[in-house]
Structure formats: C-alpha cells, structure tokens
C-alpha cells in the first residue's frame, strides 16, 4: 500500500470553505422567509417553516464549522516525476493517480474569495476529465502549475 501524499493544501481553506457555507446557509434561509410568505395562509405554515430552519441551521453549522476542518484534514497532493497523486474525501475517500503522459495542460483559477485569501487552484485536465487540487497560495499554485506542465513535457515552444 502506497504512503500518503505527503504535501497539504493551505489552512486558509478552512477561511473560505466558511464563507462559502455561510452564503449557501444564508441564500437557504432566504428562500425559506420567500417561501414563508406565500404560505403564511396555511394553517401549517409556522410549524414548517420552524422545522426547515432548524434543519437548515444544523446543515449552516456542520457546513461552516465541522465540514470544512475535516475536508481539509482529508486533502493531500504530491506532484512526482510520472504522476500526480490525489486524496480527498471524507466519507468517500478518493485516491487519484494522473500519469504525467495523460496531462493535457494545467492551469491555475482564481475567484474573489480566493483572491481575498491570495490562494488559487490548479486544475489538471486529462482526456478522462479535469482535476482540482484547491486552495494553494498564489505562489505555490503557480510554481506547482509550472513543475506540473515541465514533467508532462509542455513548455512555451511546444505545446501538446
């Protein structure tokens, strides 16, 4: 059995792994106060509409405070000379090889919050699909980009 990568993902995941819980959680609660609106008629109204927040504050707690400590515990990455190893997964725990000769091209991706945090992705595409190593400071997320395309033999005078 293989060692674990041995390289993990920035802490400041946990950050934005929080924010996106707490947007998901607050976009909920927002539908369900449009919702209680249109039903406020039915006798049964507040009863639901107390269960869904209960429900939807217990899926806001796990999202923004449980979730996001055990995914980044779960995430490592190493890049080697003829692969690239993934492992994530919390439940359902994912091991992903991508040999180097199936790289199509790497690129890194930045939205606001991880320009907030100064973090990006790297995304590796293969014919199979594209791969995400996730929140990497901007500096390591570049350099490993570029170790990444060197080893599968793409560089600016030839491209694959």
Not at 23 to 47: C, G, K, Q, R, W
Not at 60 to 68: D, L
Not at 92 to 113: A, C, F, N, S, Y
């Amino acid at each position: 059995m293989r060692r674990k990568p041995a390289n993990r993902i920035s802490r400041k995941a946990l950050s934005v792994w929080r924010i996106k819980g707490m947007i998901e959680t607050s976009l909920l609660l927002f539908i369900l106060v449009i919702a209680y609106f249109f039903m406020n008629d039915h006798p049964l109204a507040n009863m639901v509409m107390w269960g869904a927040v209960t429900v939807v504050l217990l899926y806001g707690v796990a999202r923004v405070i449980i979730w996001p400590q055990l995914r980044w515990k779960s995430w490592r990455y190493e890049v080697f000379e003829k692969e690239i190893e993934l492992l994530r997964g919390i439940f359902i725990v994912k091991h992903t090889l991508i040999p180097m000769t199936r790289v199509q091209h790497v690129d890194t991706e930045q939205g606001p919050i991880y320009k907030r945090y100064q973090l990006t992705a790297v995304t590796i595409s293969t014919a199979a699909g594209v791969h995400e190593i996730p929140a990497l400071t901007e500096e390591l997320g570049s350099s490993l980009r570029d170790q990444i395309a060197e080893l599968a033999g793409m560089d600016e005078n030839n491209h694959e």
